[in-house]
């Protein structure tokens, strides 16, 4: 019953389209067959053929098209009693092909415009999956990091012995899964940093910032992390031997970041005995940082994708990550209005370096 109580409005619709477009052909029919058939008044057939294209589809398209050209031509033969001239005949064939013409065009017209609605549903319910997706991720992101700081914190305890002795040995296991839960929770933090920035955009919060005390405060916390994979980490104050001071607009603890992650990257991705430098160098415009380590270098082909989400490469570089540090890197620099890029070294080795506009203010350490 509720199937066929809405099926009867839709009904009731199309009968009253056909209705009026019944009504449309007796009209044009009445002034092409009451009046001298020198005049042609066939032209009037294309509202009937655009409303049956519109309203009913291409079946009704083609045969109003059919009986426009058809009643259009018959004029000539009927009423009768004269002669047909070429020159009318000519105008009839004129306005047939014009009817013809119509009909294709708004079949086409309709056509496309349901490809268009199509095209635009499909990528609609594509930016639906891709959000939904992301709200997703951010929020398992956000949820991972309540059990893991609770985790961290019972080791924690277990290591400052709140609940009894602990061996050395039992020392070292703990400080293993205490880093190994911090990995954990740094990666949770840089996927929802990831999201948040490409859903609401990145919030800086930008003072002056000295690019070499960042780089050096960065560089001691992970000389530990270098020390234990063998590498040795150098500072490079560009073509000068003396310190210089890289001013720069800039928020410190996203930059920070990215001398975190451009440092690990380059200390993952070296071998025992290799050195890691860090290359300070002040231009007229620009203050750079250059990341320099002696591993395998990249492969031409990886040069593209090296800063996309979640890009691997395939290389002969040891260390592998999950793609992120260096998406979000790009993130944290293109909002600085820098430039950030990688290139190989001779004979071997990599360069990740990146450049931002240089403060215009000196600074003096009073300041």
Request: proline share 4%.
């Amino acid at each position: 019953m509720l199937f066929l109580k809405s099926g009867l409005p839709n009904q009731e619709s199309k009968l009253s389209k056909y209705l009026l477009m019944t009504v449309l052909f007796i009209v044009v029919f009445v002034l092409e067959f009451s009046t001298p058939y020198e005049y042609v008044f066939g032209y009037l057939y294309t509202g009937p053929i655009l409303l049956a294209n519109s309203w009913l589809g291409r079946r009704a398209t083609l045969i109003a098209t059919l009986v426009a050209v058809g009643l259009t031509m018959l004029n000539l033969v009927v009423p009768g009693g004269k002669v047909i001239k070429a020159a009318i005949f000519a105008s009839r064939a004129i306005a047939s092909m014009a009817l013809i013409v119509t009909g294709i065009l708004s079949d086409k017209l309709r056509r496309s415009e349901e490809a268009i609605a199509q095209a635009k549903a499909k990528l609609a319910a594509q930016e639906e999956l891709v959000r939904l997706k992301e709200d997703f991720a951010s929020t398992l992101t956000h949820d991972l990091k309540t059990p893991l700081l609770g985790a961290m914190e019972a080791l924690k305890a277990f290591q400052q012995e709140k609940f009894g002795a602990v061996s050395p040995a039992q020392q070292k296991v703990l400080a293993t899964m205490i880093r190994s839960h911090d990995t954990s929770l740094q990666l949770l933090e840089t996927l929802l940093d990831v999201y948040r920035n490409d859903t609401e955009g990145l919030r800086l919060d930008l003072a002056p910032v000295d690019l070499v005390i960042l780089a050096e405060e960065v560089a001691g916390t992970l000389r530990e992390l270098a020390a234990s994979r063998r590498v040795y980490l150098t500072l490079n104050y560009g073509d000068s031997d003396w310190r210089r001071s890289l001013w720069v607009k800039g928020d410190a603890l996203q930059l920070q970041r990215v001398l975190t992650n451009l440092l690990v990257n380059a200390i993952n991705h070296s071998r025992r005995g290799d050195r890691v430098e860090v290359v300070l160098e002040p231009q007229a415009a620009y203050q750079v940082v250059k990341i320099l380590d002696t591993g395998a270098g990249i492969q031409p082909e990886q040069f593209p994708h090296l800063f996309e989400r979640f890009y691997h490469g395939h290389s002969n570089r040891q260390a592998k990550g999950v793609g992120l540090g260096l998406y979000l890197s790009r993130q944290i620099i293109a909002a600085h209005n820098g430039i950030i890029w990688a290139e190989n070294r001779v004979p071997t080795g990599a360069i990740f370096a990146f450049k931002l506009p240089v403060y215009p203010f000196s600074f003096s350490p009073t300041v």
